[in-house]
């Protein structure tokens, strides 16, 4: 993936401190999120993880929350 493509609003990754203060939660509700398989996530080398935002509106929207703002309407 060039410079370029990263930086494509749909190629967006956010990473859980991201999720935590878009839903209002705390980074370890978001991790159990993820560990429990209900916010799909990559792990990186480092140990952290990256979720996509594609993934995270379908997370979203599966669980009825509010779909809005920031990462959604970037232009």
Avoid at 35 to 63: C, V
Wanted: proline share 5%; hydrophobic share 35%; aromatic share 12%.
């Amino acid at each position: 993936m060039t410079l370029a493509a990263k930086n494509r609003p749909e190629n967006i990754r956010l990473t859980s401190k991201d999720i935590a203060a878009y839903c209002q939660v705390s980074k370890s509700t978001v991790l159990e999120w993820i560990k429990s398989d209900r916010l799909k996530a990559f792990r990186l080398p480092s140990g952290h993880y990256r979720i996509d935002r594609k993934d995270f509106k379908d997370f979203l929207t599966r669980w009825n929350m509010p779909v809005k703002g920031w990462p959604f309407e970037i232009k």
